[in-house]
């Protein structure tokens, strides 16, 4: 169980919440979790999921954490889940196990993430990064696209 739990935490911290439809005790799970999880909480899950991403073969080479600190971030996440469930939420936590199974944990854990990563999607310095992308796009091509599908650009056409 501590596995699948450490697994299904990891994958839905950054998953698309709402590939499955959540119940009502998953859904008080989720707000209490969001709820009780400080910025620096959010902060942490988001370092864990990066860390863990960062092993990848693909991603290894842009990352730099040494064992200590992988260890580290670790620990810090595995208090932060044991928190947040055993502690802070426990109610909500058992009724949703109870009445709609163990993906309630994937599923409000999942929001959390969401809610994280939009908090880190919000920084200056990552919104530009971000942003960064178009500046290598072809955007007669996407205009193209848009046009095909049906999609008038207002801009062009007068509108406001």
Known sequence: MRRFLISTIAAASMAAPGL???GIYTD???KCLVRSATPQDQSDL???VFAAMGSHPSTKAYVTINPAQRVEITK????LMERLLITSCRKETVEAI??????AIEQSFGVLG???M???MGDPSVAQN????GEYVDESKFEALSKEAGVVDNKKSGDK
């Open 46 to 48: 988001v370092v864990w």
């Open 20 to 22: 499955a439809h959540a």
């Open 130 to 133: 971000f942003a960064a992308l």
């Open 118 to 120: 939009r908090s880190l």
């Open 114 to 116: 969401q809610v994280a």
């Open 98 to 103: 109870k009445y709609e199974g163990s993906s």
């Open 76 to 79: 810090k996440a595995a208090g």
């Open 28 to 30: 008080e799970m989720s």
